[in-house]
């Protein structure tokens, strides 16, 4: 078994793309191996901002020689009527590189079995390789010198080593070596003799070529620099994502802002130094400080410079913030929302004024609904969107909620207004905190409902490229909050109050309500098994979703066979046959009379354990029924009446899910 490394050496490529060939690279690998029918063990994709590298370990030195047979033409177009080969049979013999006495005769046509002698892998990966390289997907790719082909940044080395050999590669118009090169402050090359010296030959030209690695160090420096004054660091996955991917030797440095800019909104100056600038945020006693680390891609011990250059720029923009901040809040919050007119929500849906008179009606639906006091709904949902109209949000978009739930406080608003200002938008992402208060869930449903009916209304239904308005995410928002907070909201009645709440009317209902039924299924599929989840889809379970998933919990855990069985045996009887009068005169046996009774007795329960227990109390009386009674009566009378009987039987199964789908 042999080991093979490549590396591509690139100009420094964007963060985002990074991660995804990451991904695509291993899948490539392995799908092509496995094409060629070349054993490995395992493959390793490491990364950094200027290389792409491969390692392939426990890698066949040889495809395995294989034998393959090709039908040819009848045997009477093959050969004549002498037994001679014909022009055809010639042909196909020629084809096939073999002799016409190696053809054979089956079930008459003319066979060739053709032994080929497997590539060897080097070749494989030589003639490949370039293709693969250069099949990769990602944005804004550009084209460089005098070549057609385009890549995410210029190529400018490549490293090519099976075991201890260099093995040929030609990508575009750079010829493999066994040199690769380190740190950009690092002037010298570097020679990789086989791959198993790649890591740590690279660490000694300042390179953890590792991501998993360089991400383990990232944190590992910055909460040691943070403990030296005593704080603590917040990083979140994305930030420590793209922090990784723009670095390949991270020092932890720590710098400081004066003390005045922490009179601005802690969300503002957090999300200049995390989005804008790629900095960490230091907290103490759990509240933020003057100080943040950045993560320098550095060799050396001097670093004024990097304070002082990190300083300048994060003054720059604090100092714009607190510019913004002063005059923003010179009006109230509410003067804001007369602004909102002027600011188009999507084309055809009216202004984000528009919208916001709509999230008032349909929370004010949901309110009553829930028997809930409407004062501070309504005034949260008023005011919701006023802070799209303010400078601040106009420069940090991502902002939105935060600084209208602190322009709201400074307006004198009361707490339960600013807390649904701030959580409408909330969760913001599918693992992120749910909205706490009432406020918050009722306007956040309310303003994902409206995004959702929009996007549907407006005929731009989410693909499986585009997701317009972030509608999936507004989905799985809304049946999150509703689930969690156990909330008796009819989503379905509210569908169609948000539909006819637009300015432009759209027969789009049915597929509204379809798109939201997929995003609960898909939520619910890491608990729950798939069957049971579909099965528990009778009626309609957005008219109670808080239903739908007392059912789904009581079906998971659900054992009796017999039930399941009777169940399913009732709905292959009926069909689509189904009578609603029972006429106990026409009862021909007690074991009819006796089932009757029995279903009579069951009372409904949201408590389906109980229910279920009833259900399964059942069965005794069922069997004796289908022992002893034909439902197919000559009597259409008596048929129809027994028909009628396991129609009422049908509809308490159905109470709880379709059994019929249950495995």
Not at 66 to 78: D, E, L, N, Q
Not at 193 to 221: H, M, T
Not at 362 to 375: A, D, F, H
Not at 444 to 456: E, P, R, T, W
């Amino acid at each position: 078994m042999s080991k093979y490394l490549l590396e591509i050496g690139v100009e420094e490529l964007p963060y985002k793309f990074i991660t995804s060939a990451e991904t695509q690279l291993k899948e490539t690998f392995e799908k092509f191996l496995g094409a060629n029918n070349i054993n490995y063990g395992k493959i390793d994709v490491l990364t950094t901002p200027r290389r792409l590298a491969v390692i392939i370990d426990e890698l066949a030195d040889a495809q395995p020689d294989s034998v393959k047979t090709f039908k040819g033409p009848i045997k009477k177009i093959a050969y004549d009527e002498n037994g001679n080969l014909s022009k055809a049979g010639e042909g196909f013999a020629k084809k096939n590189g073999i002799e016409p006495s190696d053809l054979y005769i089956e079930d008459d046509y003319v066979w060739a079995k053709v032994e080929q002698k497997g590539k060897s892998t080097k070749d494989v990966l030589t003639e490949n390789i370039p293709n693969i390289i250069l099949k990769l997907q990602g944005s804004h790719f550009m084209r460089w010198a005098e070549h057609e082909e385009k890549f995410s940044r210029p190529i400018r080395w490549i490293v090519s080593v099976y075991n201890n050999d260099e093995l040929k590669i030609k990508i575009l118009d750079i010829e493999s070596s066994k040199y690769s090169r380190g740190h950009r402050s690092y002037g010298k090359p570097i020679e990789i003799n086989n791959p198993d010296e790649y890591k740590s030959k690279l660490k000694e030209g300042f390179v953890i070529a590792d991501q998993n690695e360089r991400r383990a160090k990232i944190i590992e420096v910055a909460n040691a620099k943070a403990s030296e004054i005593g704080a603590t660091t917040r990083i979140s996955d994305d930030l420590l994502e793209e922090v990784t991917n723009i670095c390949e030797w991270p020092v932890a440095v720590i710098c400081n802002f004066d003390e005045e800019y922490l009179n601005i909104p802690d969300e503002v100056t957090i999300t200049v130094m995390e989005s804008h600038q790629r900095y960490f945020a230091l907290f103490k006693d759990g509240k933020l400080t003057n100080n943040f680390i950045t993560i320098a891609n550095y060799i050396g011990d001097e670093f004024e410079n990097i304070k002082a250059g990190n300083l300048r720029v994060i003054k720059a923009r604090l100092d714009d913030a607190v510019f913004f901040v002063k005059n923003d809040t010179k009006k109230k919050l509410e003067e804001y929302v007369e602004n909102l007119k002027g600011m188009t929500f999507q084309k055809g849906m009216g202004s984000v004024y528009d919208k916001t008179q709509r999230l008032i009606k349909l929370s004010k639906q949901i309110c009553e609904r829930l028997g809930v006091n409407e004062t501070d709904v309504i005034r949260s949902a008023y005011l919701c969107k006023a802070d799209l109209a303010t400078h601040l949000v106009f420069e940090f978009t991502e902002l939105q909620g935060f600084i209208g739930a602190d322009y709201a406080r400074i307006s004198g608003e009361n707490e339960a207004v600013v807390q649904g200002i701030k959580e409408h938008y909330f969760p913001l992402n599918a693992d992120s905190e749910l909205a706490q208060s009432k406020e918050g869930q009722i306007v956040g449903i309310a303003d994902k409902l409206d995004n959702i009916c929009a996007v549907f209304a407006s005929g731009k239904k989410p693909t499986g490229s585009s997701d317009p308005l972030g509608v999936r995410r507004a989905a799985l928002g809304i049946i999150k909050t509703i689930i969690e907070n156990n909330l008796d909201i009819n989503l379905s009645e509210l569908i169609s109050s948000a539909l006819e709440l637009l300015p432009v009317q759209a027969d789009c209902k049915a597929d509204v309500e379809e798109f939201i039924i997929q995003r609960l299924t898909i939520f619910l599929a890491d608990t729950y098994k798939k069957d049971i989840l579909e099965a528990c889809l009778v009626g309609n379970p957005l008219e109670n979703l808080s239903d739908y998933i007392k059912r789904v919990k009581a079906i998971s855990v659900f054992e009796s066979p017999m039930t399941v069985e009777n169940a399913n045996r009732v709905i292959r009887i009926l069909k689509d046959s189904s009578f609603d009068i029972i006429d106990e005169d026409l009862f021909q046996y007690d074991e009819e009379r006796n089932l009757y009774e029995a279903i009579k007795s069951i009372s409904y329960t949201d408590n389906y354990s109980d229910y279920l227990t009833q259900l399964v109390g059942l069965n005794s009386k069922i069997d004796a029924f289908f022992d002893k009674v034909l439902v197919m009566d000559k009597d259409e009378n008596i048929k129809n009446n027994r028909i009628a009987l396991l129609t009422l039987l049908k509809g308490h199964y159905n109470l709880v899910a379709d059994f019929s789908k249950v495995k």
